[in-house]
């Protein structure tokens, strides 16, 4: 900067200096004499110049009522060079058409003068009238300070707001907290919070490269994020269309009281005659349940039963929906509750094989509240059977029975019906019936459950994500998402949003933070006496703050000293980085 200082300051001099030299030439004599007279007119008033600058002023100033400020050209927002050019523009010819008009207004002055009777003022006037010309250079001085005055207002505080646009754009909110899960910290007391989760996906028409993901919930999400008018509508009519009908429904929704699930079951046995003429040979048929619960947070939860399903009796198992397996959250499951996937796994794996074509006999699904039982029967026929597991409705419930006495070794009498009912694998009514597939080992994947089929996700996408894909507002494509492959619908258009500034991506695209969860969290995988697969959590906490400082605290305090935030911004970081930069006119 201190060369541009010295640089201006000696042309400054070496101009003023110039400008004395035709006059320091001359005599004292013809200076007087030229001062005598009155002056000429100017080039620029001989050829009318000031004219053609106000015209050249009115042409550009149509060009820009026509074409805007900001210039979209090669997908990049750039400012149009007329934008700059034309207040410059503006201030010279002011102040040619200043110069211009200021002698008719003093020799009108001087002329009002000149009627009074009193000498003082009509010297003056005459004065006015004959040589207006030199205060003509005063008055021009005077509009060019005006102006430059004006400018550096202006200026100023254009600056500081683009300072403050930018800042809060690369940043989304008053705090955004960058870290494994951070999207289901405790937001800190008196502000609000958002979890986003940041990802990449694109609709399958277009191949080329990823679009910047953002999932987000609408309500809170509109809360926090730093909008401006110029991105759209309002942040509430913008993302409200990702849920029209409020949270998407993910499972079966269990009382908010509700602490544990219980059903009823037993492994359909193989024949007395088998089991005996297999021994020691015979698998381990014992079956583990085990869920997917999503809480209200958000937070999926695998669970499991408190013991195994067995092959020799009915026994009532019990889910503890106040915990699960997981042990990343920092925090139990926060009800009210939904069921989205329900399976279950050998507890013994015989062979590698965690299931082998099993069968079992299920009934009377409950959730235990604190006022009593709440049955679930008629909320679980919602769960859609995948990957090869079989479902069938209103089976008698003794089959399990029945099938142990289908054969009997050689020297055993078969049981009269009155034994039979003594018997633990008997029951009476009717009862469901999940029939498992063929022998499967954990390299498969393919875990058969009972799962609540995912909406379609709703998106909003940018126009030229959209026009790439080939489909506007109210189409049905579909997308890919975390690499997963799942059907969606358009339900709006975007133009900026806050924080989606990666330049690695083309495209931008914002879903509901829930569905997309059940997407691509909800599917079952085996998970007995091993490790759960990953979860896809919101890596992001957006806080809309007063006390920046505090926040920060408090959510660096929820963090594992071993597991640091790994990215803290803050929009005053954010503005001391970006007014730090070189300003580039």
Same mark, same amino acid.
């Given at each position: ?252 929704? +269990?009382?908010?009281?509700? *602490? #544990?699930? %219980?059903?009823? @079951?037993? =492994? ?5 005659? $088998? ?85 079992? +006999?299920?009934?009377?699904? *409950? #959730?235990? %509240?604190?006022? @009593?039982? =709440? ?5 679980? $026929? ?98 890919? =998402? ?104």
């Amino acid at each position: 900067l201190q060369p541009f200082l010295i640089g201006g300051g000696v042309l400054t001099f070496v101009s003023m200096g110039l400008a004395i030299i035709p006059f320091a030439r001359r005599r004292v004599l013809e200076l007087r004499s030229l001062a005598a007279r009155p002056s000429g007119k100017s080039v620029w008033q001989r050829y009318n110049l000031d004219l053609f600058a106000i015209a050249l002023s009115l042409v550009v100033l149509f060009q820009i009522s026509q074409r805007g400020f900001i210039n979209f050209s090669d997908n990049e927002a750039k400012l149009d060079p007329l934008a700059i050019v034309f207040p410059v523009l503006l201030l010279f010819t002011g102040a040619l058409v200043l110069l211009r008009i200021l002698p008719w207004l003093l020799r009108l002055v001087g002329w009002v003068m000149t009627k009074a009777r009193s000498m003082s003022f009509a010297l003056p006037g005459w004065h006015l009238g004959r040589n207006p010309i030199p205060y003509g250079r005063l008055a021009l001085l005077v509009w060019l300070t005006t102006g430059l005055g004006a400018f550096a207002l202006t200026y100023a505080n254009t600056l500081e707001s683009s300072f403050a646009d930018r800042a809060a754009f690369a940043t989304g909110a008053d705090v955004r907290i960058v870290n494994e899960g951070a999207g289901y910290l405790e937001e800190p007391p008196g502000t609000v919070a958002a979890a986003v989760l940041r990802t990449t996906g694109a609709p399958r028409r277009v191949t080329s490269r990823q679009s910047e993901v953002l999932a987000v919930e609408p309500t809170e999400f509109a809360q926090v994020v730093k909008w401006r008018d110029d991105f759209g509508d309002s942040p509430e009519a913008t993302f409200s269309a990702l849920r029209p009908d409020g949270r998407p429904d993910l499972g079966v929704e +269990l009382p908010e009281d509700t *602490t #544990a699930f %219980t059903l009823d @079951g037993v =492994v359909i046995p193989r024949s007395w005659a $088998d089991q005996v003429a297999l021994g020691t040979r015979q698998p381990n048929p014992d079956m583990r349940l085990l869920m997917r619960v999503f809480d209200a947070r958000g937070q999926v939860w695998t669970m499991q039963a408190d013991q195994d399903l067995v092959d020799d009796e009915w026994r009532t198992v019990t889910v503890d929906l106040t915990t699960g397996l997981n042990t990343n959250y920092p925090n139990d499951p926060v009800p009210p509750l939904s069921i989205h996937t329900v399976w279950v796994e050998r507890s013994t794996a015989t062979g590698g094989n965690v299931i082998g074509g099993e069968s079992l +006999l299920v009934r009377s699904f *409950t #959730a235990v %509240t604190a006022s @009593g039982e =709440v049955s679930l029967d008629t909320a679980f $026929d919602e769960l859609t059977t995948i990957n090869g597991i079989g479902r069938f409705r209103d089976v008698d419930a003794d089959d399990a029975v029945r099938a142990f006495y289908a054969a009997v070794p050689e020297g055993e009498r078969t049981p009269t019906s009155a034994e039979r009912e003594q018997s633990p694998l008997y029951a009476d009514g009717v009862a469901q019936r999940w029939a498992l597939p063929g022998a499967r080992t954990r390299v498969n994947p393919a875990v058969p459950q009972l799962r609540r089929n995912p909406d379609p996700i709703k998106v909003l996408l940018d126009v030229d994500l959209a026009s790439q894909a080939g489909i506007s507002v109210g189409d049905s494509a579909t997308f890919t =998402v975390s690499g997963l492959i799942m059907e969606g619908e358009m339900v709006g258009i975007i133009d900026e949003v806050p924080s989606m500034i990666d330049t690695r991506t083309t495209g931008k695209m914002v879903t509901d933070i829930d569905a997309l969860s059940a997407h691509v969290n909800g599917l079952a995988s085996w998970s007995f006496n091993s490790a759960l697969a990953r979860i896809e959590q919101p890596g992001e906490l957006w806080i809309e703050t007063d006390d920046v400082d505090a926040a920060v605290r408090l959510i660096n305090a929820q963090l594992p000293e071993t597991n640091p935030a790994d990215e803290v911004c803050s929009i005053r970081a954010s503005e001391a980085e970006v007014s730090s930069r070189p300003v580039q006119v």
